[in-house]
């Protein structure tokens, strides 16, 4: 069964709005082992809509409609579709209903205009909107079936969910029962991870690569006569993707760094202080985007002057204007500082040089130092040269603050 | 003249990747003018990209192709591009002497995979790649003429710069000559700006509103038979945005909120520091973003914790037992401590509950105070109620944040 994805709305075109509708819809339903083959973004323009209609029948099972159901002058769909599959408008009494109800709740009344949007082509099956105003609908044409859906993107979302893909799982019984993961990857480029992972393809799974920045990311989907039989399968390719990557894997759940990160300090009861230079508080802001840090997350200080350095973390002046402020010894100082400042069991110091300017001969751009301190392990630090913009060397520098912390619960550091 | 965008590789099909050049060249080619009429995503199948040509070729005057010219298996555009214009390959001497000269750089040889990247199809006209591997081609059928270029975004939009919208130029030689300018608002939602916009269409502008989180940007172009022309449209048409929004616009330059800040410090020749508590370093980070920043932001202190705001700085505990660490007595005294501490012009202090525990009738989540002291300013504060997940809560109060920094330089707060 091939699918067609046809997303519709000027401001798609004109590249006002990013069309997530197709990127999220094209995964989900070619992660669940349906064959997703076109995709067709147009305008809001009803003979143009009309043509595109006719193509994706000719060469489609299923065609997934989403925009262009709105109240206003420029939503077209529900016209052009009533007129491509040649009938009338009707009332559809239950999205009235269900628009009726939804007004009441709001206390306003449902308007003229908000009228045509439950008028739908006659003969269609209607798809209750129970997320939004906008009611959907499907409609078999030969040997296609159209579904027509909002472009708002929960809306969307929630009645794929409900409607479509079931319906598209009913219409092929033969489909196996599918099972999908997302593994993270940090620290080794996609050609490394490849390799490591070579002849690593069997049947019945699927593997796909995405880089999302520095970190490489696995999606992988399984499949089985049951539901029981993919998730073993899937059960046995993670652990022999994790025997392969081994600590480079710091999720196969799909969580991010730092809820991989806060987990491991809830689950070993310890604190973290940060003192930030280059960074300028996105480890601070990443390790608080998790919901519940601050019962792990003490404090952080952005030391970007070396007066604050000084006076704040404590890092002795000497240490400064011997080694210079992106230096071993001055994070190894601000790594205690902070610990010391804060009282949590672990600090972490970061200085380095973003960018574009402030570049040396000896330190050019791009060099971090990152510092870690605990009572347990002691401090330590390690240096790095890393490239990019400036956005680009803040970003990879708390990626690696972040794994310093997660690998030393592992002893790695 | 319509084009068409047609982009390809599995990898968009199933949603590892962004369409990213879509995005940009849509916009791209919309707001100089263009009518981009139709898009198309398909995966790596000959077949089918055969297929996709030939529709295009039907209902396009020009088609812009990306992706698919690289050396592994899965590229077949170059393949299904001959086939489908019924040629020949043959080897663009051009093409491979600048593949040459790039491998010599980079000490490689150009290998038996590389080489089938510079067989071309019979005919066409080669477009030199200056910023990658794969050389890129134009080919005319009929009345409709194909552009083939990388997929790589950073050499697609090198070679449509380069390349693809002068030629589409010279094709419309009626076309206008045109500005952009993209205008950002901050403050009013996207319905009150389009009421207070209301009537401001006229001919020859071009105008489109985009939500960007809680900005509204508004995108503009205007037309005209000269540049001079289209550029005193655009500078009538900017004045007249501008008195009728006001304060709200924070640029017509298309800056963002924290360049703009950061350019009103530095002529105002001030210096800032930053106390926060629920956005957790993510002011800081949005203002280190800023290259040269390290010149007017001094420091930041994160205070999760209450002893955090008392011990370094110096909210008398009392005050805190009193009022509750989320209070206007608390923002105003973490604003003075800052500033106090760092010995910065302006200090900024945040405290409030970013969710989604936390919250209580008294004080929900979502509440937040944000306090600002200056010497020439005194003490001020603002109380504010949001709403949304617990990032949301923390990028609106950073934009609030910032946008009381800007309109205190305009006497607004």
Known sequence: MRIEILTT???LMSGLTRDG???????????????VAYHTTV????????????????????????GGLGPTPDDLTIEAAAEFFNVGLELSEPALEMMSERFRKIKREVSETNM????????????????????????????????????????FRAMMEEYVIPELKKRNPQMKKSCMRLVKTFGLPESEV?????????????????AHFREIHLRVSTFGDSSSEAELLMKEFIEEICARLGSYV?????????????????????????????????????????????????????SYSNEAKSEILGVPMELIESHGAVSEPVVKAMAQGIRHLSGSDMGIGISGIAGPGGG???KPVGTVYIGLDSETKGTLSRKFQFHGTREEIKLVTVLKALDMIRQSFLNNV
Request: aromatic share 10%.
């Open 9 to 11: 709305g000027d401001e």
């Open 360 to 362: 040396t001969l000896e």
């Open 194 to 210: 490849a390799q490591k992972l070579e002849g690593i393809e069997r049947e019945h799974v699927k593997l796909g690569y995405r």
């Open 116 to 155: 045509k949007q439950v008028y739908l082509p006659e003969g269609c099956r209607v798809l209750l909107n129970k997320w939004g105003t906008a009611p959907g609908f499907s409609y078999e044409i030969e040997k296609t079936v159209f579904f027509f859906l909002p472009g708002v993107p929960k809306e």
């Open 43 to 66: 305008g809001d323009d009803r003979l143009i809509l009309k043509s595109v209609f006719n193509t994706a029948k000719n060469r489609a099972d299923a065609v997934i409609v989403t």
């Open 21 to 35: 509708n197709f990127q999220w819809s094209g995964e989900t339903l070619t992660w669940l082992g349906f064959d």
């Open 250 to 302: 710091f999720t196969t759940e799909g969580e991010m760094l730092e809820e991989v990160v806060g987990s491991l300090l809830t689950h070993n009861n310890m604190t973290l202080s940060a003192a930030e230079s280059c960074t300028g508080g996105l480890l601070s802001h990443r390790i608080t985007n998790v919901p519940g840090s601050s019962s792990y997350f003490l404090q952080g200080v952005i």
